[in-house]
């Protein structure tokens, strides 16, 4: 399982999961999780939107990274509403391996490892591999 959210360090751990998916016969599960931003209040958000747009990055983010060629390769798509290191703590109580980028487009773009991840690393079901670089 991967989880993704269109950063640059997400891209990279897809590239991971799938180099590492070809290697050992497994499939991928790309998980994308949407949350409603703190400022709804402020407003009317349509929960379609937010989750159509998670949907459609994440499909993006497998074609870029796997192309046309699936012929030895499973992808299962998932966007699931929620906070990202919830959804994906979750969801790897059924998974051998999670694999995640080091940051995401949160915050502290200094820091080595962001929330999620360093959540994730914490609290997952299963190993977690946390993806550095470009990959």
């Known amino acids: 399982m991967v989880g993704v959210d269109g950063s640059p360090a997400a891209r990279a751990a897809l590239r991971w999961a799938v180099a590492q998916a070809r290697l050992t016969g497994a499939r991928v599960h790309a998980v994308t999780a949407w949350d409603i931003p703190a400022y709804a209040a402020w407003g009317v958000i349509p929960y379609d ?3 159509a747009t998670a949907e459609k990055q994440l499909r993006r983010a497998v074609q870029e990274t796997v ?6 390769l499973t992808v299962v798509e998932t966007v699931a509403p929620g906070h990202p290191a919830q959804v994906l703590i979750d969801a790897s109580d059924h998974a051998a391996l999670l694999v995640v980028g080091s940051r995401g487009h949160g915050g502290f773009g200094g820091t080595l490892l962001g929330s999620v991840s360093q959540h994730c690393a914490q609290h997952a079901h299963c190993p977690v591999v946390v993806v550095r670089g470009k990959y």
């Open 67 to 72: 192309g046309d060629d699936e012929r030895d």
């Open 49 to 51: 939107d937010l989750a």
